[in-house]
Structure formats: structure tokens, C-alpha cells
């Protein structure tokens, strides 16, 4: 599962709630499954 933000993106392996660059993203199981991509407005 990738998280993108304007900052960068962060690859994650694990369902769970995540804080990158000072905004949080909850990570679901399936996303992580199926190779999910959340993205988070800069």
C-alpha cells in the first residue's frame, strides 16, 4: 500500500493508523492486500 502526499509517498506493509508530514491516514487491511494508494492533499 502507498500513501502519497505533496511531500513524498511512504510504502506501508501493515494495516494501521499512520502519521506522515503532519497529516494521519488510516491504512485498511484490504488496501494493503490488494496494493491499495491513499492520497492526502497537500
Do not use: F, I, L
Amino acid at each position: 500500500m502507498m500513501y502519497t502526499s505533496g511531500d513524498g509517498s511512504v510504502t506501508v506493509g501493515y494495516p494501521g493508523t499512520y502519521r506522515v508530514g503532519g497529516q494521519t491516514v488510516k491504512v485498511s487491511e484490504s488496501a494493503v492486500e490488494n496494493g491499495g494508494n491513499v492520497s492526502v492533499g497537500a
